[in-house]
Structures are given as C-alpha cells and as structure tokens.
C-alpha cells in the first residue's frame, strides 16, 4: 500500500512554455501532499506544502506564480512550472501524507525535466 | 549555516567491510529524525527511523545523540547493493516540515 505516482516521469519542453507535472496517491487518501525540486548532487528542497481544497503554502524564495500548485481533491495534486527557464531544469519530487504523522510521506518516483 | 549537514563523500567500501558516518543538525528543537536511501536518479526511500536509545535492522545501525545534535548510521558485511545516497532527514513539529541533508555518497566495490 501506499503508492504514489507521478506523470511524466520525464519531459523536456523549450523555454517560455509551461508543464504541468501530476502526482496521485494510489491507495489512500492524501490529505497532505508536498513538492520538492532537488538539483544535481543536492539536497531535496521542499518547495511548497498543498492540503486538499486549499492553497498551497509556499517556502521562502519559492514563487508562488511560476510554480502553481492545485490540489484539487484527496487523490490528486499538480504544479505547473509556468513560463519556464534552463535554471528551472530539475528533478521534482512529490510526497503524501494521508492520516498519518507528517514525517511519514510517501514519495513519488519523480518527474526530470528539461528545459532547453 | 545548512540547518542539516552531511559529508558528501563518496565512501568508498570494500564489499564485507563496515561503514559508518554521521549527520549534524542545527535546531535542538528538532523532534525526529530518519535515515533514508536515494539511488540515483531515483526518489528517497525510508530507510529507517533513528530512536534516542539507539536502534537497529539488519545490518543498519542508527545512533541518535541529541546533546551534540547528531546522528549517525553505521553499515556492517556491505553489499554492493548498498551503494546508494544516504539521506539524514530532521523533522521539527514547528514548520511541519522534513528537511534533508545533502546525502553520503557510499559505494561499495568488490
């Protein structure tokens, strides 16, 4: 149990356009979901905290319009990187938290992407 | 100063050898703490969670010294599949947030 997917797993796009990047929770309900970009030979950064049917609550030096996160129900939570740039190229993660402690996430596969 | 420190490495272990390295922390008022295992390119899995008394599985060891604000692992008869990234993860209830060290890198050779 407690699966999480991603989709796509990775995308390459051109500057200036948008990607929209999925995470679901499989078997239970996530009431918690997390995003976390993580750059080549560096840590996991926690980007932004969504709970279902409310905004999402962005880390300090993230922007919250270019990195649009929508988490509309207890299965599914998306962020669109908007508008994006070469630096904007990483390895995004998302989590899960469903009933559970907050320290108990799940963690997606992972999208890569490139942007050229 | 990084609010969870790590030595990048790479370690690099003779298969059946024992390894060990620890990871600081700068907020006493951390309450958990976690060891988890990223391979590359993949995302991190739970390796284990690090008790105050000490605790173990398997071959992983997991010390926990809070008066020096820090944690250690220790990998004993190393395989080659432990070759992997080490994460040492704090959670503080302020914040409601995981927060990763920058991982070791082990690798073990035959």
């Known amino acids: 149990g407690a699966v999480v997917s991603q989709h796509p797993s990775w995308v390459i796009c051109k500057s200036g356009t948008s990607v929209k990047i999925e995470c679901r929770s499989l078997?239970?309900?996530?009431?918690?979901m997390f995003w976390y970009r993580q750059f080549p030979k560096q840590s996991l950064m926690l980007m932004a905290t969504?709970?279902?049917?409310?905004?999402?609550?962005?880390e300090q030096g993230v922007e919250k319009d270019k990195f649009l996160i929508n988490h509309a129900s207890l299965t599914l939570s998306t962020l669109t990187v908007t508008s994006a740039h070469p630096e904007d190229s990483s390895f995004y993660i998302c989590?899960?938290?469903?009933?559970?402690?907050?320290?108990?996430?799940?963690f997606g596969p992972g999208t890569r992407l490139t942007v050229t | 100063r990084k609010e969870v420190e790590q030595d990048p490495g790479p370690f690099n272990v003779p298969e059946g050898a024992t390894v060990a390295f620890n990871c600081t922390y700068s907020?006493?008022?951390?309450?958990?703490f976690f060891w988890y295992r990223q391979d590359c390119r993949k995302e991190p899995k739970l390796l284990m969670s690090?008790?105050?008394s000490g605790n173990e599985d398997g071959r992983f060891t997991a010390q926990l010294n809070r008066a020096s604000q820090y944690i250690s692992l220790l990998i004993r008869d190393s395989k080659l599949s432990d070759s992997a990234t080490y994460l040492c993860?704090?959670?503080?209830?302020?914040?409601?947030?995981?927060?990763f060290g920058g991982g070791t890198r082990v690798l073990v050779k035959p």
């Open positions: 993860v704090v959670y503080k209830a302020a914040g409601n947030k995981l927060t």
């Open positions: 907020n006493s008022a951390s309450q958990s």
């Open positions: 690090v008790y105050s």
């Open positions: 969504s709970n279902e049917g409310s905004k999402a609550t962005y």
């Open positions: 078997d239970f309900q996530a009431t918690t």
């Open positions: 989590s899960a938290t469903g009933d559970r402690e907050i320290y108990e996430q799940y």
